[in-house]
């Protein structure tokens, strides 16, 4: 069964250095969403990508915060200048079609730890 | 803004119980999705709704658009059904708001 991946499972950082996290969408996707949940917290919505540029992004999506898609398979979300509360899961997921009909398919989440 | 809500917030059922999880959202939506988070932290979609119901296996999930409602429902629980239960809602747009979830125990 085809599966959205990410990489790293778990990563360790300083604070104010760059982290990038990857993901690979299923490859027939079109829309690709991160999100993020800090522990015990909510789920919540960062940024949505569709036909190569940013569709929608939260609040929480400010300037320290990229998204790119370098090679039309990977998906990346780069955090610039990583702060401790940027300590969180970030998942990456994708659909197919757009919202009415489109199923949402989770990676199993990349851990950032900011010290 | 749509705001999310769920309850119960916690929920501890016996094998064999008969669960309902509930969703209420506060704008209009273009459909509302059903997630399932392990212990671990993966997440897996569960339904995605726009009207109606749906029905997979021993899982039915409704919504009622005029009332903002949703409901997820869990026949004969067993214990591998224990996770948190989130739901989320779709602005027109490609938006996701996601409710604060609902943990799930179910003992044998």
């Known amino acids: 069964e085809p599966e959205v991946t990410q990489t790293p499972s778990h990563q360790v950082t300083q604070m104010g250095q760059e982290v990038i996290l990857r993901c690979v969408p299923i490859?027939?996707?079109?829309?690709f969403y991160w999100y993020r949940q800090i522990l015990g917290q909510k789920v919540e919505f960062l940024v949505s990508f569709y036909n190569n540029e940013i569709s929608e992004k939260s609040e929480i999506f400010d300037d320290q915060f990229s998204v790119e898609r370098p090679d039309g398979s990977n998906f990346t979300l780069k955090i610039r200048s990583t702060k401790l509360e940027d300590s969180a899961m970030y998942f990456c997921?994708?659909?197919?079609?757009?919202?009415?009909?489109?199923?949402?398919?989770f990676g199993e989440g990349s851990r950032l730890t900011v010290l | 803004k749509n705001e999310v809500e769920q309850s119960p917030q916690n929920l501890t059922a016996q094998e064999g119980e008969f669960i309902t999880i509930n969703c209420s959202y506060s704008v209009g939506i273009s459909a509302l999705h059903w997630l399932q988070q392990h212990p671990g932290g993966g997440i897996v979609s569960l339904f995605m709704?726009?009207?109606g119901k749906k029905k997979h296996g021993r899982l039915i999930a409704t919504i009622n658009i005029q009332e903002k409602h949703s409901s997820l429902h869990i026949t004969a629980s067993h214990p591998r059904d224990s996770a948190v239960y989130i739901c989320?809602?779709?602005?027109?747009?490609?938006?996701?708001?996601f409710g604060p979830g609902t943990r799930l125990s179910v003992l044998p």
């Open positions: 989320a809602a779709v602005n027109y747009g490609q938006n996701f708001v």
């Open positions: 997921a994708s659909r197919r079609t757009d919202q009415n009909t489109g199923e949402l398919f």
């Open positions: 490859s027939n996707h079109l829309y």
């Open positions: 709704l726009s009207s």
